[in-house]
């Protein structure tokens, strides 16, 4: 069983909203990220929420990403608002803790 799935990628124009998800086999650690890699670039951090869900994002999607947990449904969300053709990558979450990758999902913005 694949630990960790997202969902929700597509293509979208810029200023446009999308969620991920991202569904954990068991369960979600205590701490989850968002990590993204563009074409060329480094994987890079987006987002993290810990068990109390204090929350950390990255300057480039600050105030317009939000990261959020459900427990009970083994789901940690990424909520991306006023997308950017920068936002351009491959999403994918992780589990800190256990250090599980799930296998991305693509988010194109282009108009």
């Known amino acids: 069983q694949v630990p960790l799935v997202e969902s929700g990628g597509g293509l979208m124009q810029p200023g446009e909203s999308l969620r991920l998800a991202c569904l954990a086999h068991e369960w979600i650690s205590s701490t989850m990220a968002w990590y993204r890699e563009a074409p060329g670039k480094q994987r890079e951090l987006v987002a993290t929420v810990d068990s109390d869900d204090r929350s950390y994002y990255a300057d480039s999607v600050k105030g317009r990403f939000t990261i959020s947990r459900d427990n009970a449904r083994r789901t940690v969300y990424l909520q991306m608002n006023s997308l950017k053709s920068e936002d351009t990558a491959v999403y994918y979450c992780?589990?800190?803790?256990?250090?599980?990758w799930g296998q991305g999902t693509q988010v194109t913005v282009s108009s």
């Open positions: 992780k589990s800190e803790t256990f250090n599980y």
